[in-house]
């Protein structure tokens, strides 16, 4: 499917959104980041509003529940017979991330 | 339990099953074994009228225990069970390999089963390299409202039941609250899609950012709300110095009393409520003490829920 050039900004944000939140840091710097970095100035209008308390919390959130492709854990496709959904990790726990 | 008993005490509760004008009141089921023991008293006794499951979950590569696709079964012959996606994410700008499978495993999905309705959540969970984290909202722009329309029509075109959006505890700031209904109705509006109220995660922004229930609930379409969640939480304390503590749906405590008062005015603002479900995460009931808990809680909603006066 071909995106637009506003969806491809957009698809870059939310990447770069969630590697910066992936990274170990502090609240502070995932802020300052958000402020300086050039991948994040088109939604800086609305990235101005987010609070640190709440940036420390989507930083707990997504290294919790976040499994990107070089997760440790991440399953090989298999089979659909098997109930196998490619992409998903093995733990129980892992499969339901809660907000 | 094997899959004969499971089939057998699942088709046992048949005839614990009347019908009712009002909302049903039902579980979202876990298939872990707490959940179980917890839950096994209030379906034997047939007080577990709707079940909610999020069939993602069955997908995973461990697949799901007998009496857990027992369940599913049995509800979905009676025509009581309701659909509920974690991993969709509706609000990925990116288009991926990985939402293709995931249509064509939620395809399987409905014509496997029989699902009154079906809901995924606001915001995205998927970007970049990443391929699963908790949903995180965006802001509403034109594009963020043509991504979000277009992922829902996807799911639209596969099924003929209602098809809906959950609203997202988590916000970044208070534009992000104060945009969610607002964002919710634009994106439902082509699709006619409802919204899955969830009610603890209108609690969490109470506490976190100060505004009242009546604030909150009027910024949502409740015409559109057709599906109530209710659930315990838990605070997290900040490593910040001189940060308030932030309140968060982790579906792994007691229901807070403020909850109950939140169910009923929403149970007056609501007029099309279908299904008011009780959440508890798995793991999470681990004494004796957790799961009287979760049995006194599920049955203060139903009470609340049976003594609401509906219009009709």
């Known amino acids: 499917m071909n995106s637009t050039p506003d969806e491809i900004e957009l698809a870059n944000f939310q990447a770069a959104l969630l590697d910066l939140l992936a990274q170990p840091i502090s609240p502070e710097e995932i802020a300052r980041r958000l402020r300086e970095d050039e991948v994040f100035a088109p939604f800086r209008a609305n990235s101005e509003s987010f609070e640190p308390r709440f940036l420390e919390v989507a930083a707990s959130l997504v290294k919790k529940w976040g499994r990107s492709d070089s997760s440790p854990d991440l399953e090989e496709d298999a089979p659909r017979e098997a109930g196998t959904f490619p992409g998903y990790t093995t733990s129980r726990e892992s499969e339901f991330p809660i907000k | 339990?094997?899959?004969?008993?499971?089939?057998?005490?699942?088709?046992?509760?048949?005839?614990?099953?009347?019908?009712?004008?009002?909302?049903?009141?039902?579980?979202?089921?876990?298939?872990?074994?707490?959940?179980?023991?917890?839950?096994?008293?209030?379906?034997?006794?047939g007080e577990v009228e709707i079940l909610e499951w999020s069939f993602d979950m069955g997908w995973g590569p461990s697949g799901v225990p007998v009496w857990t696709r027992a369940l599913i079964e049995y509800f979905s012959v009676a025509e009581r069970l309701i659909g509920h996606g974690v991993t969709f994410s509706a609000l990925s700008a990116e288009w991926t390999p990985r939402q293709e499978r995931w249509l064509e495993y939620f395809q399987h999905e409905i014509q496997s089963r029989n699902y009154l309705h079906l809901s995924e959540h606001f915001g995205f969970c998927a970007a970049g390299s990443f391929h699963q984290s908790a949903p995180l909202p965006v802001p509403l722009t034109e594009t963020t409202l043509r991504v979000g329309r277009d992922r829902l029509q996807k799911l639209n075109d596969l099924v003929s039941v209602p098809v809906g959006l959950e609203n997202l505890a988590f916000a970044f700031g208070l534009r992000d609250v104060q945009q969610q209904g607002e964002f919710l109705d634009q994106l439902l509006e082509p699709t006619n899609g409802f919204v899955l109220l969830d009610?603890?995660?209108?609690?969490?922004?109470?506490?976190?950012?100060?505004?009242?229930e009546e604030a909150i609930l009027e910024s949502y379409p409740l015409h559109r709300v057709r599906e109530l969640h209710v659930s315990g939480g838990s605070w997290s304390e900040s490593q910040i110095e001189n940060i308030s503590p932030v309140r968060r749906d982790t579906h792994d405590e007691a229901v807070p009393e403020n909850l109950w008062p939140l169910l009923k005015l929403a149970l007056q603002k609501c007029p099309d409520v279908k299904a008011v479900i009780f959440e508890r995460l798995g793991n999470t009931i681990r004494h004796e003490t957790d799961a009287q808990q979760f049995r006194a809680d599920f049955r203060q909603l139903r009470d609340i829920v049976s003594s609401h006066e509906f219009n009709s």
């Open chain 2, 1 to 45: 339990m094997c899959v004969q008993a499971a089939a057998a005490w699942a088709e046992s509760l048949g005839t614990h099953m009347p019908p009712t004008t009002r909302p049903f009141v039902g579980l979202s089921l876990m298939p872990e074994d707490d959940f179980r023991r917890a839950s096994f008293p209030l379906f034997e006794a």
């Open chain 2, 199 to 212: 009610l603890h995660n209108i609690y969490c922004q109470m506490c976190n950012f100060d505004l009242t």
